[in-house]
């Protein structure tokens, strides 16, 4: 009987667990209307000056990035959850994964119409910052492989259009 009891109590435990498990499983929580904001990025340590254009639709956590190659910066990017406003930085970010970059051996990259640097494997992630009235994009590139270190960061200024 004292068996029975015990695999009942674990029995409700675990089933309490999963409720609440499930109830906490929701996902993202986004407020926010429509949005699309282009900027001229400039200032860009990353790459050339160029075009980044990012958009979110109402209520959704969702970020769709369209940016020119040769700005240097990641071709996607998230939302976090909350309100987002995509022309003052607040809750989103550019990122992507297992893509090369080439970099010099003093951790540098090299112009890009050039084809000199080692080819590097990296996963970036960029996070957007408020400073007084700039916006600016503070990335930086880990290597893709388990030990993760830093091997490239980089910034530009966004200024929206």
Not at 40 to 46: E, I, L, S
Not at 102 to 131: F, I, K, M, Q, W
Request: aromatic share 4%.
């Amino acid at each position: 009987m004292k068996v029975i009891l015990m695999n009942l109590a674990a029995t409700a435990a675990l089933a309490t667990t999963a409720v609440l498990l499930v109830a906490d499983s929701g996902g993202k929580g986004c407020h926010q209307p429509a949005q699309s904001v282009t900027f001229d990025v400039g200032h860009n340590t990353c790459g050339a000056p160029g075009i980044l254009q990012v958009s979110t639709p109402q209520d959704t956590c969702r970020l769709d990035v369209e940016v020119e190659e040769r700005t240097g910066l990641p071709m996607t990017g998230d939302v976090y959850d909350g309100t987002v406003d995509l022309r003052q930085g607040i809750n989103w970010y550019l990122a992507d994964m297992n893509v090369f970059i080439h970099l010099n051996t003093d951790g540098g990259t090299p112009p890009a119409d050039t084809d000199s640097g080692t080819p590097v494997e990296v996963n970036r992630a960029c996070e957007v910052l408020l400073e007084g009235e700039v916006l600016r994009l503070k990335c930086t590139a880990r290597n893709a492989n388990l030990a993760n270190e830093q091997v490239h960061a980089c910034e530009a200024v966004l200024t929206p259009r």
